[in-house]
């Protein structure tokens, strides 16, 4: 037969992932990256160029096709997954009026605030899941307290990826899951909720049409099709947020599923079922968005620092392993990963706080940093490598059982993990997550992530896959499983434990710390970016 090509786009934080996907060689023939900035004006504001997107996203496609590895005739669909939530006021001429305030933006915390005070029982009622500053219906209010004029005169408001589609197909779309973090739509009734809009002085003329993740928003108009170098009949999908594409590359379609994804940070993901109020449950220590089966929600527990935590240790500790590696043609993260093996379970006593850029769940502190206990005069560098890896761990630990929990189940219900990223790599790093989990965990071998997640759903759109699990069966790739070691994993408690009473004793800590440190000219104290402190 003729092949066809998928083509999928993720917008991170820091770029966007491209790759091309061969129906008929089952796999991904090219695949690019182009990176942006992240726009800092003032503290605790983070921001993207709209038009950034869209440059990077042409880059993208040019590279797609220069390789001639495939015929531009031969694409049928793509789909685009994003960050979120990003907040764009788009004009009437079509145009970005501001920056998009993106998910890393802080700003709102008192708007976030305002919003739980004065309609928090009635907004968790159509959405419960807890509002931070972080979220669209936040962003907003702050937009029209101190931008008034950029809010009044907007038309429509998009996240990134319903920018780029509607640059694609000319019409304002968003699917479920991206729309589960503006928390005046309805997670139960799958729409925009009108009365409690209403009651927010909300304008639902400003936002998208809501659309499944596989639904086909449009082809390609006349100009986009221009300026992109490709045919008019390409099909465009509606798409979905990166975490949930994410998911759905993993393979992840029950409530006794889990996805870990690692890289510099990490974050564990379940399903919740949302089709009844009266069985649905959440917790506030989690982030809670929508699935690409829009009949669930995702359950997400977020951590700061993992692979960034064995990074931090190379760059300040290990400049012998990294020679030792150069000179064994080695990577560097393996050669320190072999010095773990050689350290006894619990580090000789040493347990580590991972917090080296603050911390996300459970704590939601950016001033918690970074902390050794039980150092020895005995204490070795391969004792204090284990620690980190064992820190990171134990922080993973923490936000399963607090996913466990929000899903009110036991760790023995979890069919098992399906870890992507960086860390996994290192066997050792996955057996010692799987013995202090006690959960099997096995490996994803394909590291495209959620731009894999973008090729099922616009293989689902263009009708070569009949439904989303097919999609990703045809994708996933199962490399090995760990199983956890009921001897290990008793030993691995003790320290455990210890991680659990330090984090609690030195929460009230950090901050303390952080305001000497502004005394004295040194740190600038660090404002609620991430939580107030409501958890405190």
């Not at 001639?68 to 994003?82: E, G, I, R, Y």
């Not at 209010?141 to 694609?168: E, G, P, Q």
């Not at 069919?415 to 013995?435: F, R, Y």
């Not at 045809?474 to 008793?490: F, S």
Request: hydrophobic content about 40%; proline content about 4%; overall charge negative.
């Amino acid at each position: 037969m003729d092949d066809k090509i998928l083509m999928g786009f993720d917008f991170g934080t820091n770029g966007v992932k491209a790759v091309a996907y061969s129906v008929k060689q089952e796999k991904v023939v090219m695949s690019a990256y182009k990176s942006y900035p992240v726009v800092t004006p003032y503290k605790n504001q983070a921001e993207h160029i709209p038009k950034e997107w869209w440059n990077a996203f042409v880059w993208c496609i040019g590279k797609l096709l220069a390789e001639n590895t495939f015929q531009k005739d031969q694409v049928s669909a793509l789909c685009v997954s994003s960050h979120t939530p990003t907040l764009t006021p788009i004009g009437e001429d079509g145009e970005p009026l501001m920056n998009g305030m993106i998910w890393a933006d802080g700003r709102a915390v008192s708007e976030s605030l305002e919003l739980r005070r004065d309609y928090g029982e009635e907004i968790a009622l159509v959405n419960p899941a807890f509002i931070r500053p972080y979220h669209i219906i936040s962003k907003l209010f702050w937009l029209k307290k101190h931008k008034k004029d950029i809010y009044d005169r907007a038309v429509m408001f998009l996240d990134c990826s319903n920018y780029i589609t509607y640059r694609l197909t000319s019409r304002f779309t968003i699917d479920r899951s991206m729309a589960t973090n503006y928390h005046f739509y309805n997670i139960f009734e799958k729409k925009w909720d009108s009365g409690l809009a209403e009651k927010l002085q909300i304008d639902l003329e400003c936002f998208p049409e809501v659309c499944d993740c596989n639904e086909v928003i449009g082809c390609i108009t006349e100009e986009a099709a221009q300026e992109l170098g490709l045919p008019k009949h390409i099909l465009v999908a509606a798409g979905a947020s990166d975490t949930a594409m994410a998911a759905l590359s993993a393979g992840i379609f029950n409530t006794n599923q889990m996805a870990y994804s690692c890289g510099t940070g990490s974050s564990v993901v379940m399903l919740r079922e949302c089709t009844e109020r009266e069985t649905y449950k959440t917790d506030d220590r989690l982030i809670t968005i929508g699935y690409a089966d829009k009949d669930y929600m995702m359950n997400i527990g977020v951590m700061s620092n993992t692979g960034g935590a064995f990074k931090w240790m190379k760059e300040a500790v290990c400049d012998m392993e990294t020679l030792c590696a150069v000179t064994l043609h080695k990577d560097v993260f393996t050669v320190m990963s072999d010095y773990v093996t050689e350290a006894p379970i619990g580090a000789n006593g040493i347990v580590f706080l991972p917090y080296l850029a603050g911390e996300l769940s459970p704590i939601y502190n950016p001033n918690a940093r970074g902390v050794f206990f039980g150092l020895a005069g005995t204490s070795t560098k391969k004792e204090m490598l284990r620690a980190v890896m064992e820190g990171t761990c134990y922080a993973v630990r923490q936000n399963v059982d607090i996913v466990l929990d929000a899903q009110e189940m036991k760790p023995d219900a979890v069919e098992g993990i399906v870890a992507t990223g960086g860390p996994c790599k290192s066997s050792a790093w996955m057996q010692m997550l799987s013995d202090i989990l006690g959960i099997p965990v096995t490996i994803q071998e394909n590291t495209e992530g959620a731009a894999i997640g973008d090729v099922v759903v616009a293989g689902c759109a263009a009708g070569i896959f009949s439904n989303l699990k097919e999609g990703a069966g045809k994708m996933k790739t199962i490399g090995r499983t760990y199983l956890p070691d009921p001897e290990n994993q008793r030993q691995y408690e003790i320290n455990y434990k210890t991680y659990c009473e330090l984090q609690k004793c030195l929460l009230p800590c950090f901050d303390s710390h952080m305001l000497r440190q502004k005394s004295r000219g040194t740190y600038q104290l660090e404002e609620e970016t991430y939580e107030d402190c409501v958890h405190r």
